[in-house]
């Protein structure tokens, strides 16, 4: 947008007066931020409002992205980098004496998604936005989103985190467009002279109250909507339930009760848990936003059997599978279709992204409760299963095995992967080898059913946020330096690879580098008094804590550095520092366990004198978006290590990448693809590739012990582990000896050790020739521009949605 230091000042400063009757002298720094906040909410609405009545006019086809997390992160400096506006913003700012990025930092971090899967949503909404895409978000509007974790003597400690507890500044309300979602009951379908319909009795029914949050986009013009609802006890309930009566203790009870679809986040994240009020939570946002959707729907005055014309509704991953019963509901009971066009609209409408083939995060709902709580959906999904039964035995007679395989009501468990397949024109995976995987192995049985719905869509991270954002000193020299046309597709960042011979570049991504280092080592000097060398190598193992992602293999070769270095204390070593950051499911006791051992073998190491501060290990609290885009762009090495087929993509690798780290990994999700595009000099892989690790998953041929029983560097670690060295309770560390010798280490942590020693010392002797390495940094930062989502999503909207980008002033 065009704004002059002056005018954005006069407004600044009378946004500031008429909120809260101050000047800016007399303001405090939280009413400083909410005055900039609400300003910039103001310069947003208006293209809010016309991008909203454009699609509307012109018909576009919209896609709604149905996911049970987003996660945002702060969104005040997106806003303004999106507007392009900020640098006008922080010079009008100091010219009032006040300090934009302070600003910035008071803003909370809304925490609605676990991980990757969340954050891959919010990518998608950022890229949606800033190509001009009609494409919208829809999902729950959590009141406490994943816990805060604090780490009190080496222990994960969950605090409920409280992101509403000051108003949400990006959110507005709309309560006139509240819709009611039905639960329970029971459900007749009795002849009526209109045909079959169902009879509802004793049914909780609640109101879905939508919050709208602007998703703008870098172009300037597009500002689409994510919408996030909250569950709320009708009005009329209020008085029904008795409190003329006087019974408020019903009352209180009834509203609690409704309240707590949409009061908390599952802190799960790659696992599941069949507790009904997940599955009242997935039911009740996707209920909403497909009603809300048939509404708007009908203010277009389009035949019905037209919708998929028209609309496009996309599942991430399964929570949101329920959305083929419910849109059948819709369009049977609601618009009054024959079962045939009903199915046909929706098959045609949805697509559905399979994000895991990990067997514990496979949602299967028991029968009887899938059945109580949404008893007319699985009515709907009875009937789809014995037509796809029906269907599949025509071409497979009687071999019930493959029947049974792919059917979704089966032993007693209704499954939602091969529901959101059957009833869904596309499935996608979310990296080459992952589709791959799901083709050739988990879906194998649906492949050759249905070939043509499959399809690979990597992954992507938006470049806005994770390199202009997070790192614009960096992003000013590869725009500088590859040319302005990186600005439209960053698939021109290549062009920066002009470089890879020129000292001054070399020197800048050095000092950039260096720079961010700078603030991580204040940062941790400021928050844990923990000394840190800013000419380490920075390496960094950031995701959520999972046993694949093997946090494990990284704390067993930090523990055999500490070995050699207390054997050996002159031993020639590049000094590192460790970082991790990572959450884990409270209910994860191997998960929490890994994190006590880190911050164990931190404590002891990072005292220990006669380590002379060569290796440090700092465990980053509360990992979330934040603490990404301070410790991201300081990166030296990526980890990106897990066990070989179990990451379906993993997006931490990319935003390393676009930040100048080099990538120390497995042959598992985008590593592979990362590792196509920058070549085996500029990339370290180690380990067993995926069909090594599904070999011996097969053959079941694998024996930690063979391993343990040849590499004596092991056994002392796994001695370590209960010897008193990293704890006095010996006990201490019994979940993870467990997982190795109860389990027989599922994950081949002892299998891929000595290679990822060896890997690792490779990093150091590449680390060592510095030019060679800043060498590496740039290849990396040039080929990532393949990885926005930018990119994905271009793709998903060419070959799924198939919709274009819109020009408004066309
Ligand atoms: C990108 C991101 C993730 C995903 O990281 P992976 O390494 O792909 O597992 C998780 N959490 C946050 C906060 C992220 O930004």
Known sequence: MNLTKNQFKEDYVKRLTLTFAQTTTEASLEHK????????????????????????????????????????????????????????VKDGLRDLGIDLDTLLELEPDPALGNGGLGRLAACFMDSLASLGFPGHGCGIRFKHGLFNQKIINGYQKELLNNWLKEDFLWEIK?????????????????????????????????????YDIPILGSNMETVNTLRLFSAELPEEEIDLNGLQKGDYQKFIDKKFAVEAISQILYPDDSSFQGKLLRLKQEYFFVSAGLQTILKRYKKLKESIHKFSDFVGIHINDTHPAIAVGELMRLLLDEEGLDWDSAWDITVKTLAYTNHTILAEAMEKWPYDMFKKTVPRILMIIEEIDRRFCEEVSKKYEEDYSKIDSMRIIYNGEVRMANLAIIGSHSINGVAKIHTEILKNRELHDFYLLYPERFNNKTNGITHRRWLKNANPELYKLVIEKSGPECLNDTNKFINFLKYINDDNVLQTLD???????????????????????????FDVQVKRLHGYKRQLLNVFNIIYLYNQLKQNPELDIVPRTFFFGAKAA???????????????????????????????????????VSIAELIIPAGDVSEQISTASKEASGTGNMKFMMNGA??????????VEIYDEVGDNNIVIFGLTSQEVMDLEKNRTYNFRDILNSNPDLQKILTQLSDGTFSENK????????????????????????????????????????????????????????????????????????????????
């Open 33 to 88: 931020y909410l005055a900039l906040g609400k300003l910039i909410r103001d310069y947003i609405s208006e293209s809010w409002a016309e991008t909203n009545n454009y699609y509307t006019k012109k018909k576009c086809k919209q896609i709604y992205y149905f996911s049970m997390e987003f996660l945002l992160g702060r969104l005040l400096n997106s806003y303004l980098l999106n507007l392009n506006i900020r640098d006008v």
């Open 174 to 210: 709309k309560p006139e467009k509240t819709v009611t979602v039905r639960f329970g009951g029971v459900v007749n379908l009795v002849n009526t002279p209109n045909g079959i319909e169902p009879v509802y009795s004793g049914c909780e029914e609640i109101d879905a109250v939508p």
């Open 511 to 537: 000092k950039i580098k260096f720079k961010n280092k700078e603030k991580v080592v204040a940062f941790v000097k400021n928050k844990y008094n923990i000394d840190i060398n800013p000419f380490s190598i």
């Open 586 to 624: 409270p209910s994860y006791y191997l998960a929490k366990n890994i994190i006590k051992l880190i911050n164990s073998v931190a404590n002891v190491i990072n005292n220990d004198p006669d380590i002379r501060n060569k290796i440090k290990v700092v465990f980053l609290e509360n990992y979330g």
């Open 662 to 671: 080099v990538t120390l990994a497995t042959l598992d999700g985008a590593n």
């Open 731 to 810: 006990e201490e560390f019994k979940d993870i000896l467990n997982h190795i010798y109860g389990e027989g280490d599922p994950y081949f942590v002892l299998k891929d050790f000595s290679a990822y020693v060896e890997a690792q010392n490779k990093i150091n002797t590449l680390y060592e020739n510095r030019r060679g390495w800043l060498q590496m940094c740039l290849v990396n930062i040039a080929h990532s521009g393949k990885f926005s989502s930018d990119n994905s999503i271009r793709k998903y909207a060419e070959d799924i949605w198939h919709i274009k980008e819109v020009k408004r002033g066309e």
